[in-house]
Structure formats: structure tokens, C-alpha cells
């Protein structure tokens, strides 16, 4: 789609992280048009498309518009292009998303009307519809809407939400007038009384355009189109106090952030555009013209959710429940053994249960933990709040500065504060990102403590989706390390010693080079090497630079990277030996997963971090190795599975785009399909593709 063709330098040694992002969601984008899935999945995807669209707009494109504006914006970027080329190619790659959206839009909703779902105004409106939508309007949506004459303030607390522009003729013989309308944000589709089985359903924008009259009683409505903002999300902490004010004054700026992105509906005309360009200062390259229903992320999503339709869905997979772990001797099993759990396909409810029986039994002495999202009513806060409120000594670092979330865990924090937990907002300067909970619980008058390291966050709901790694432990050594590492969040962050836990910013990085360099040098010296590492972005440069240089030393690598890459891989004497693998299928690949090859002694680790510069230098994050034999195993088997993917994979070339991997092949295999049924037995290695070590490949000279 965007490599690096073009570029100024012949042979730059990264790609554009902004065009490696929206690689990945053309990555995506491919599934809306994939027959082999469901169609209200397909539709699902191209909501989430435009949700991945929209976080790029309000978080990375103003930097990179800003650089094309700068006094540098000729200089060449690292990717071998100029910030004005970046720019253009960006705006190009956005241009095509946004056609091809409505190209697959167009083709889904044809699929469903062949089944019976219909999308006004694909159908006429009958009498009991049209009764029953003046019921709707008259009893839901009319006490929300507020007309703004215009000339007044737009409410700029309106980004992303749907408005819509109306032109006016007064009866009277004025002159014509204006006014804009917020869309009311409860609801975006409405279903319709139909018979025959068949389901109809109308867009909020379109039931508002029918009663507009009784909102203007005094004009004829010429013309009524809707339209859409989106802001710069993006401004810097003040971080010289307490964090979590510095994170309600950024709030605050970003309802006036410069306007990134004007969404029209085709047919707008271009005096009433014009006008909305001119008030929003928008140039034609920010300003879109949208040749179908706007906001195709609620549109899709309402649609699948109020649709009924298992047939027209991934079937129903049943997550696998740990008995051991689910009731209350759930402290004496993970004494007996540690537990490698791997969300979705194991139940997050093991988790739950933990901090539950922690919250209750009379022996656990403290939880502690670090939160960076959770749920709207996560029952990991509601068991802190009974643990405090039975005496125990509770610590939540409660990350203020999680984007987008921030608001959810100011309001989480004040509240488990209110009931006597200690809650810290964050480290100045830092984002706490890492995975872990702490459990301390006296056992014949001695110390013992529970454990839960792992790469996801503490959110009952993304863990069905996502997929993500965790280990329940008892190990005495890493749960020593952990009451450190909560020794240092309480204090100041900073001076961490430990044994086997890997923190971030002081140690990771410089952990993760020489981790690296470590396979380079049995390589040199004949001895077996490898790396296998699965993550969700891959950007640092020094990090990048390592895997070169054990690239040209002959070490294999392969990296099963979901988003963003700007290594180079396959380029002769840099990274020849470097494949890059990603997996789009319908889990979020969220894990972070490393093997070494290590001469024949291999090492497996987990963490909370990507390898990118955020992660590595300006986060408080976490990296633990398995020592448990059938832990280290089951990743092992689960990195092997995923390699062998031939039905979601992509591989990257080094031009930068991705093609899928051969659909032909004899036997199909479909990685996150294989787990949902086969979990257990692929974790224990009897799957029918064991994990293959490493083999040393041919130096670079």
C-alpha cells in the first residue's frame, strides 16, 4: 500500500511509523472484504477501521502536520523522506482508506439485504413504521435536540459526534439563514416494525431529517446534511505537581483542539461546506467528502449488536475454565504450581476469583496492584473496595495519564480512595503501564506471597477480546522482586533491585540489546541461535539497530509484529535473516512474547512493553522471564502455531507493505481458530506443529 519507494536515501534503515500504522489497518481494512468471514463481522471491521482512523487523526497527525510546517520540513527523516512528502503520502494512504471504506460499506449492506436486513432508505416506509417514528421523535429524540443559530458558538465539546448543517428559508421572506444540530449520541440506529421476517432499520441523522420541520415552524427546510470533527487529542503534561491535576487541565484543552478532520456528507453543498471549512479553519486536504452514512465505527457496531444473527457471526467460542483456580483453595493450588494462562481462549474469571478471595479471606494481609484501563464496573475495583473496607492494606497505582481513559480512572481512583485504599495517579514524568498484582498473605505466622504478572491490562472485557499472556505464582524470588518493585512506585519510582523482574525504564532496554547481542555472538561462534518475538509494535532505533547486526551475524528472527514496524526486514547484509509476520484474525494480538535461542539453552519471557522508545524509556513497564518448564513450553508452541499461520497471516516485504501469506496451501491453518478448539493441547505441544528451534543462518560480511 506505502512502503518506501521514493525515498531520498537508497537504502533508509526505517520506515515511517505513521505510514507502518496505516499499513496496519489497511491490514484490517482487508478482513471487511474477506468472504471467509461472517458478514456481520466483516461489517464489524470496518467499524473498527474507522475507529483506528479517527485515533490516528485526534493522536499522530498533527506531529506529523506540524513537521511539514516546520523550519526543518526539507530535512530527510530517518524513513528517507521529507516532512512535506510524509505528509503527502499520509494524506494519500487516509484518502484511499476512506474510499475503500465506503466501497466495502456498500458491498456489505448489499450482502444484507439479501438477508433480510434493510437500511432505510432501501425500503418505503409503511404506516406502523411511520407511527412509530413519530413516536420516537416526539418521546426521545425532540427533548435532545437544540438548534444553534449560526454565528454562535458550535458547542466545542462536539468532536466525533454527529451534527448536522440546515439551511433555512424563512416563511417570512427574510433572507436565507443557517443553524447547525448535535445529533443525540444515545443511539445510533433504530429498528422499524417489520413482518416476514425481515428486520429494517433507520439512521438517527435520517429520522431527525424527517421531523426538522417541527423544530423550524417558521421556515422551509431546504437542505439538512450532517457532519463530524475530530480534534487533536494530543497535548503535553505540566507535570511540575500532582499528576492527576495536570491530567484534568489537559482534558480541559482538548475540547478546543485544532480541527484535524471535517467529515461531510457528499451531497452537502459547497456554500454550506465552504462555510464549515472557513469556521473550523480546514483546508481541502483535512476536509473529506463522505459518499455514504458518516461514523461507520457506531453505525457498524450499533448494527451488530441489536442484530440477532448467530449464523451471520463467528460462532460462539467457550473460554476455558481452570476448576483449580476458580474456588476458594485457589491460594493452595497456586502454591502447588504456576499457571500459564493464555486470554481469550483461558477464562479471565481465574484472575477475578484471585483478587476476590484475596478481598475476603481473613489472612491476606494487602493487595496491591497496578491499573492502566478497566472496565465502566470492573469487579477488579469493586473486590479492592471490600478489601479495604475489611481492614486490608490496599495500593492501586491507578495510571491518570491511560489515553482516552483518563476520566474513567480519575473517577475509579477518587473512589477506591473514599473507602481508605492508597491510590497514586502516576509518576511524574512516567506512565505506569506495567501488569502486575501483589497479594501478601500470612501463613503459619510467615510471609507468603501471591503473584499475577502479565501483558494485559486488568479489564474483564478487552480480555475476551484481546489475546494476552499471564502467570499466577508463588515463586518466592518474584514475589520478593514485586514487593520492591512496589516499594519504588510508593516512594519515587526510581533504585529498583531485583533478581529475575525487568523494569523499564532503568534496566529493559539495555536487558533486551544485550539479549539480542547475546544470540549474535552464538551465532559468530557457531553455536545455535534464534529469536522469536511476538509484540504489538516494534519502532526503537536501537533496539532495531541490535537486530540488524545479529541479522548479518546470521541469527533467524522472526517477529509476529499486529501493528506498527519500521524495521526494514529482508534487505541484503542489514536484515536478510528477518521475517516479520503479522496476524489479523478476529482476536486483538495484543501479547508480548520473546524467545532466545541461547546456544541450545532457550529463554522465554513475557512483558508488559512493545519494543518502542515510549515503552522503553517513558514508561514504568515490566518484563519476566518463565522458569516453569510447561509456562515456557506452552508460549514456545503458541509462537510455533503462529509462524505456521497461513489463513490471517501477513508478511511484510521490505518495501514496507504486507502481503498475505499462501491461501493455497494443502493444509489451512488458522492460528486463533486452531487455540479456540484446541487450546489445551496445543499449550502441552501435541499439536500437529511443535515448536522448531532456531537454526544459525549464513553470516553477513
Known sequence: MDGVEGHKHEHPRFLSRELSWLQFNHRVQAEADNPANPLLERAKFLAIVTSNLDEFMQVRYHRVLEAAQGKDASQILPCGMTALELLTRINKAILRQQNLQYLYYEGIHSELFHQGIRMYPSFILTEPMQLHLREVFLQELLPRLKPVPWGEEINP???????????????????????????????????????????????????????????FPGDMVEEAMAFRILRNQD?????????????????????????????????????????????????????????????????????????????????????????????????????????????????????????????????????????????????????????????????????????????????????????????????????????????????????????????????????????????????????????????????????????????????????LIALILREREHALQGRSSGIIAKMNSLSDPEVIEALYAASCAGVKIELIIRGVCTLIPGMRRMSENIRVTSIVGRHLEHARAFRFENGGAPEVLLSSADWMPRNLNRRVELMFPLTNAAARRAVENVLALQLSDNRKAWRMRSDGDYVRIDTDAQQALNAQETLLANLETVLAGNAPHPVAAPTSRKAVH
Open 235 to 511: 497535548f503535553p503534561l505540566m507535570e511540575q505537581g500532582d499528576v492527576s491535576t495536570a491530567v484534568r487541565e489537559m482534558l480541559l484543552k482538548r475540547h478546543m483542539g485544532d480541527v484535524m478532520r471535517l467529515e461531510a456528507e457528499e451531497r452537502m453543498n459547497a456554500e454550506m461546506l465552504g462555510m464549515l471549512m472557513r469556521y473550523f479553519q480546514v483546508p481541502a486536504a483535512r476536509r473529506y467528502r463522505v459518499t455514504g452514512p458518516l461514523d461507520l465505527n457506531r453505525l457498524n457496531m450499533s448494527l451488530y449488536g441489536q442484530l440477532d444473527r448467530a449464523q451471520l457471526k463467528y460462532p460462539r467460542a467457550e473460554a476455558v475454565t481452570l476448576p483449580a483456580l476458580l474456588g476458594e483453595d485457589v491460594f493452595q493450588s497456586i502454591t502447588q504450581q504456576d499457571w500459564f494462562l493464555y486470554h481469550p481462549y483461558h477464562s479471565f474469571e481465574p484472575v477475578i476469583n484471585l483478587i476476590n478471595r484475596a478481598a475476603a479471606d481473613p489472612d491476606v494481609t494487602s493487595i496491591k496492584t497496578t491499573l492502566y484501563r478497566v472496565g465502566g464496573n470492573s469487579p477488579i475495583v469493586r473486590a479492592l473496595r471490600k478489601a479495604a473496607e475489611a481492614g486490608k492494606q490496599v495500593t492501586v497505582l491507578f495510571e491518570a495519564r491511560a489515553r482516552f481513559d483518563e476520566e474513567n480512572n480519575l473517577m475509579h481512583g477518587r473512589r477506591l480512595r473514599r473507602v481508605g485504599c492508597r491510590v497514586i495517579f502516576g509518576i511524574p514524568l512516567l506512565k505506569t503501564h506495567s501488569k502486575i498484582l501483589l497479594i501478601t498473605r500470612l501463613e503459619q505466622g510467615q510471609v507468603k506471597r501471591y503473584l499475577h504478572l502479565g501483558t494485559g491490562n486488568y479489564h474483564e472485557g478487552t480480555a475476551k477480546l484481546y489475546t494476552d499472556m499471564g502467570l499466577l505464582t508463588a515463586d518466592t524470588t518474584l514475589g520478593e522482586d514485586a514487593a520492591r518493585f512496589f516499594y519504588t512506585l510508593e516512594e519515587d519510582g526510581q533504585g529498583f533491585a531485583t533478581s529475575e523482574l525487568i523494569k523499564a525504564p532503568e534496566q529493559m532496554k539495555e536487558k
Open 157 to 215: 465539546l462536539a468532536q466525533k459526534r454527529l451534527h448536522m448543517m440546515v439551511r433555512l428559508r424563512p416563511k417570512s421572506g427574510a433572507d436565507v439563514r443557517y443553524a447547525t444540530l448535535a445529533m443525540p449520541s444515545s443511539q445510533r440506529l433504530y429498528e422499524l416494525p417489520s413482518e416476514g421476517g425481515v428486520q429494517c432499520f433507520i439512521r438517527v441523522e435520517d429520522l431527525v431529517r424527517m421531523y426538522l420541520p417541527q423544530l
